[in-house]
């Protein structure tokens, strides 16, 4: 194709061609991970602006039969050239293309110094002439001096994981932090992502359901050393079939701009939902929005009560006492990737469970022939959920004043421990339940010397609960 094929019409002068197809160059503001439509096509949204219209920028909505066909931008502020894009007015004023009609795309990056070489183009047969070499010239100067932060600022639907409701639909700025596309019950993807805050607690409607619920590993350790030490990291799961969502999966370690997302509690954890209208934007890392969730997670690490859940009461007001006060808190997810088999933590939890359920089982004859406390406790935080093994004297030392014994002959006792798991728990009356935050020492250890890390638990020791 000739250069002298073709002009190129500024933004604010394209716009003014209703129903016609017009060329420009423009410079990404917002991009959408691409998707497909209800029909047989997918579709790319995105918004370019240039230095004649930069305010609101243009919407351009490029569709194509066949996922390689769409432009898939890079980062924002990547330069993008358009040939016979239709301009048109739907809701708002929007250019459409597709290839079937003749549209095609360039795309180059938009830093300086990087060359005139397209990393992506729709058609083998382009020129990039001394013209355009100039057009982008001025445009990377132009971007350079001018942020982009169209459409990446707050609205009145953004919150934090912190401020997720169940029931209502919201916007989410966050990290992506690891995309497991393996099958898992059924789900194509799972998408984890985190802004540095802590998801609220659930309520538990049905205290039977965490008899068995004890999931610790929902990564492996090795992934899960690379999160952040805290804040919820919120497993994110399509609510449509894998095939539609792969086209705008993210990549780990972008910042992205989430859309119309649900959520809901399983197992009493909460799962963000991908919805069929959700939409996936790009966001810089020098966006207000990402700045925003970076500053405010290093101003966490940097008091003393960092790593306490932002949800437990402040300074912290516990129902037991640990003999370590010294000892900085860690939470759950350092405690799972420590990268130690065996040491020693202090952490503020809630205990979600018990292992027997019922207390006149909680103590069993020992070795020796006399009887042993053996107490399972599901402990959780914003971070993660663990088992801890509850034994021996460090059971007796947590209940505080009640030996083992044969739980079936010690009426009193059994209505004093009753007493205590109630108040562990959270156990009203009335549903539902809400586990009050303790604080509790833990030590991991290994029970198989040739494979340490696969017999890796954890036991509570050096804590008492007086009440």
């Given amino acids: 194709m000739a250069q002298g094929q073709y002009s190129y019409m500024r933004l604010q002068d394209a716009v003014l061609h209703m129903n016609e197809r017009v060329n420009f160059y423009g410079v990404v503001a917002e991009y959408e991970q691409p998707k497909s439509t209800r029909g047989k096509d997918f579709i790319c949204t995105m918004t370019v602006v240039d230095m004649s219209y930069h305010s609101t920028g243009l919407r351009v909505l490029y569709f194509a039969r066949a996922l390689e066909m769409l432009p898939r931008v890079r980062a924002l502020g990547d330069i993008i050239r358009f040939h016979r894009i239709m301009v048109k007015l739907a809701s708002t004023l929007v250019c459409m293309g597709h290839p079937s009609k003749g549209s095609a795309f360039v795309l180059l990056p938009g830093m300086e110094g990087q060359g005139y070489e397209p990393y992506q183009m729709s058609h083998s047969h382009f020129t990039l002439e001394q013209v355009d070499r100039t057009m982008v010239d001025l445009m990377r100067s132009w971007v350079r001096t001018h942020p982009l932060d169209m459409g990446t600022g707050s609205n009145k639907y953004m919150v934090s994981i912190k401020d997720m409701k169940v029931g209502s639909y919201f916007d989410l700025c966050c990290k992506i932090l690891f995309v497991h596309d393996q099958d898992i019950d059924d789900r194509a993807v799972t998408i984890y992502v985190w802004d540095g805050t802590d998801a609220?607690?659930?309520?538990?409607?049905?205290?039977?359901?965490?008899?068995?619920?004890?999931?610790?590993?929902?990564?492996?350790?090795?992934?899960?050393?690379?999160?952040?030490?805290?804040?919820?990291?919120?497993?994110?799961?399509?609510?449509?079939?894998?095939?539609?969502?792969?086209?705008?999966?993210?990549?780990?370690?972008?910042?992205?701009?989430?859309?119309?997302?649900?959520?809901?509690?399983?197992?009493?954890?909460?799962?963000g939902i991908i919805l069929r209208e959700s939409k996936i934007s790009l966001l810089p890392v020098s966006t207000q929005l990402v700045q925003n969730c970076e500053r405010a997670y290093q101003e966490r690490l940097a008091t003393v009560e960092g790593r306490l859940p932002q949800w437990c009461p402040k300074p912290p007001?516990?129902?037991?006492?640990?003999?370590?006060?010294?000892?900085?808190?860690?939470?759950?997810?350092?405690?799972?990737?420590?990268?130690?088999?065996?040491?020693?933590?202090?952490?503020?939890?809630?205990?979600?469970?018990?292992?027997?359920?019922?207390?006149?089982?909680?103590?069993?004859?020992?070795?020796?022939?006399?009887?042993?406390?053996?107490?399972?406790?599901?402990?959780?935080?914003?971070?993660?959920?663990?088992?801890?093994?509850?034994?021996?004297?460090?059971?007796?030392?947590?209940?505080?004043?009640?030996?083992?014994?044969?739980?079936?002959?010690?009426?009193?006792?059994?209505?004093?421990?009753?007493?205590?798991?109630?108040?562990?728990l959270g156990q009203q009356d009335t549903d539902p339940h809400n586990p009050p935050w303790i604080k509790c020492c833990l030590k991991s250890y290994y029970t198989d010397k040739l494979h340490p890390w696969d017999s890796r638990q954890f036991r509570i020791f050096g804590t008492r609960f007086p009440g």
């Fill in 317 to 424: 007001q516990c129902i037991t006492v640990t003999d370590y006060d010294h000892v900085s808190f860690s939470t759950l997810r350092e405690v799972l990737a420590h990268p130690q088999v065996t040491h020693k933590f202090r952490c503020m939890v809630r205990v979600m469970a018990t292992w027997p359920s019922d207390v006149l089982d909680f103590c069993g004859l020992g070795a020796v022939g006399t009887f042993v406390y053996a107490v399972c406790l599901t402990l959780e935080d914003p971070t993660a959920r663990l088992r801890a093994l509850l034994y021996g004297e460090d059971a007796v030392e947590f209940f505080n004043g009640h030996p083992a014994a044969d739980l079936r002959e010690q009426g009193a006792t059994v209505e004093a421990l009753q007493r205590k798991v109630h108040r562990l």
């Fill in 200 to 271: 609220p607690p659930a309520d538990i409607e049905d205290i039977e359901q965490w008899r068995w619920s004890h999931t610790e590993f929902t990564v492996s350790r090795e992934v899960m050393q690379g999160f952040p030490a805290v804040g919820t990291v919120l497993p994110l799961l399509p609510d449509m079939p894998g095939d539609v969502l792969q086209p705008q999966l993210p990549v780990a370690g972008d910042w992205v701009k989430l859309r119309n997302l649900a959520c809901r509690i399983r197992d009493g954890q909460y799962e």
